[in-house]
């Protein structure tokens, strides 16, 4: 048992990133949180409102969250796209325009590079789900 609260314990520390760093990105976080529908936010910008270098900014980042602030961002916007989708209130499109993209495809690319199907996949799977009729016994 012990061994694998060692194992455990060296996975966390993988990720842990000490307060003084966590409070050298939250700028960057509570700028992402409130500007992520607003289009593209540009790493040096988060980096120049941290008061950082974009390579110490990206490698908080990657400590912190696994993943750089550009994949970050995608995968926040994804999470509510997909959210978004999930309500049926919008279509693939709209949801497209509210995050800014200008191009429809790109955005399903991305869309599905992160859940596996594509946005229009995934709202017909949700519709389905929720079908009266929709049923899990197989002919």
Not at 54 to 71: N, Q, W
């Amino acid at each position: 048992m012990s061994i694998l609260y060692k194992i455990l314990a060296t996975l966390e520390k993988n990720n842990y990133i000490a307060e003084k760093q966590y409070k050298i990105i939250y700028p960057a976080l509570k700028y992402i949180e409130e500007n992520f529908l607003n289009g593209k936010i540009s790493v040096s910008y988060l980096a120049d409102i941290c008061g950082v270098s974009e390579s110490y900014m990206k490698k908080l980042f990657v400590k912190k969250f696994g993943v750089p602030p550009v994949k970050y961002i995608i995968q926040l916007k994804m999470n509510y796209a997909r959210d978004l989708l999930e309500r049926e209130e919008y279509t693939v499109t709209d949801i497209a325009q509210i995050f800014g993209y200008d191009n429809l495809g790109f955005f399903s690319r991305q869309f599905k590079d992160y859940t596996g199907i594509t946005p229009t996949k995934f709202k017909e799977d949700m519709q389905r789900a929720r079908s009266p009729y929709a049923t899990t016994d197989k002919l």
